[in-house]
């Protein structure tokens, strides 16, 4: 790989630059590092000049600029070009399709409309949204150092496919409709860890929020927290 290379990251978690510092073995002086902590404006970008902005979790829309001025790569979860659109992981857990992929496209003004560069298969069958990021996060590092050290043949990402919706607050409630334990422990690891809200249960008075579910024996093990809704002591 080139060393020389200068690489930004615009990431919403610091374990996406780590794993990517990591797997590319750059210096520190080639790194830029643009998170939510640290984040005012894109003017360091400008004077950095990187070859590649990796973008691997960002939740601002990017200014034309910066895609036009730099060699963008987003990354999105998925099997391109279907599950386009917002909260790919959560969707694609709730309707039960747990193997798919990470892709790699270079970004324009389209949302997840760019050119695909490489697509890696993930699954998603087990692990809170922490643990499946943070694997996810070890995929992305082993794609970039690809990207940087190799010319990778971009192809175009048809406009057909399938598009999901963001998931909303709301639908961290939990439903329990479907008689089924692996639907309700989807429910609870997709939103389980971060800065996700957590999977909650009302009953009359009472808020239940669930984290660190897994299954054995056809039964859902979690740790739950319970509160009283208008946050006084009834006793």
Not at 11 to 35: A, Q, R
Not at 65 to 77: A, K, L, N, S
Not at 118 to 143: D, F, H, W
Not at 209 to 223: G, H, L, Q
């Amino acid at each position: 790989m080139d060393k020389d290379k200068k690489i930004a990251i615009l990431s919403k978690y610091d374990f996406y630059f780590e794993d990517i510092k990591n797997k590319c073995d750059l210096n520190d002086k080639n790194l830029l590092n643009l998170n939510l902590t640290n984040f005012e404006d894109y003017k360091p970008l400008k004077l950095f000049k990187p070859d590649f902005v990796f973008i691997p979790h960002w939740p601002f829309k990017l200014p034309i600029w910066v895609h036009e001025d730099f060699q963008c790569i987003g990354f999105h979860t998925g099997n391109l070009p279907d599950d386009k659109g917002g909260s790919p992981i959560q969707n694609k857990i709730l309707r039960k399709e747990y193997d798919t992929f990470v892709n790699a496209f270079e970004l324009n003004e389209k949302l997840d409309g760019g050119q695909l560069m490489l697509k890696k298969p993930v699954s998603l069958k087990y692990g809170s949204i922490e643990e499946i990021l943070k694997r996810i996060s070890l995929i992305i590092a082993e794609m970039a150092n690809e990207i940087i050290s190799n010319k990778i043949v971009s192809q175009d990402i048809p406009k057909r496919g399938i598009r999901f919706n963001r998931l909303s607050l709301e639908q961290s409630k939990i439903s329990i409709d479907e008689n089924n334990l692996e639907s309700l422990y989807n429910q609870i690891r997709m939103v389980d860890g971060l800065d996700y809200p957590k999977a909650v249960l009302i009953l009359k008075n009472f808020k239940i929020e669930f984290s660190n579910a897994f299954i054995i024996e056809n039964k859902i093990k979690s740790n739950c927290e319970i509160t009283i809704l208008n946050g006084e002591n009834n006793e």
